[in-house]
């Protein structure tokens, strides 16, 4: 293998991941909030508002990430009238498709607090908000914080699905210096050790806080 070949075309390389982790933080930041929101509207006791989320959950759940980035690429354009860019439709479709599994998982994190501390969060006279604020959710997030990491390292991966519709993310650019250099051995195996770079990180910083939760608890 020759690795000096593509190392003329390190920048594009460097690029393209930058694009894939403004991806992932934008759609990711967008599961954050979105997924809070349908996780305690699946709690909530209004019926509609819990089928709505249920809805919308299985239905990101269940359909391919690639399909939902295409469709936002092609067809949202349609309907609304607003082109969308191909970074803007990958970065929506990844951000929803996150906030269905991020619901979910804060959905267990919640339940998985006991009622014992609702009960005693009322006795003190916390309202309904900072009762969540103050005593559900920082309990939650250490049930959370695992398979949430695991569904970020996820996320920083299918960002390369972006490549469907032309997004310059990390692999599409690979893509692309393949055709240019006749090397795809040597560009596929760059590219591969790229996401780990990016992936891996995620990984060590969530053992950290959970580390450092245990420390707290003991």
């Known amino acids: 293998m020759n690795f000096a070949a593509i190392f003329q075309y390190a920048p594009n390389l460097v690029s393209g991941a930058l694009v894939t982790l403004r991806i992932t933080l934008v759609a ?25 989320a249920y809805a919308y959950i299985e239905l990101f759940r269940t359909t ?76 939650a997030f250490r049930i959370i914080l695992p398979p949430a990491a695991t569904t970020l390292m996820l996320l920083v991966k299918t960002t390369a699905l972006a490549s469907a519709i032309g997004t310059l993310e990390l692999m599409r650019v690979g893509q692309l210096v393949t055709t240019a250099t006749f090397r795809p051995i040597e560009v596929l195996t760059t590219v591969a050790l790229a996401y780990f770079l990016l992936t891996y990180p995620i990984a060590i910083g969530a053992r950290a806080l959970e580390r450092s939760f245990r420390v707290g608890q003991g």
């Open 28 to 52: 990711a930041a967008l599961g954050l909030v979105i997924g809070l929101g349908l996780a305690l509207a699946r709690l909530a006791r209004v019926r509609l508002l819990s089928w709505i």
């Open 64 to 139: 391919p990430p690639l399909v939902q980035i295409v469709w936002f690429y092609f067809v949202v354009p349609v309907l609304t009238g607003h082109e969308l860019s191909s970074f803007q439709a990958a970065a929506l479709a990844l951000g929803l498709n996150e906030a269905a599994f991020l619901a979910e998982i804060m959905r267990a994190g919640i339940q998985g607090v006991s009622t014992t501390q609702r009960d005693a969060a009322r006795v003190l006279g916390l309202t309904t908000f900072d009762t969540y604020r103050f005593v559900i959710l920082p309990q």
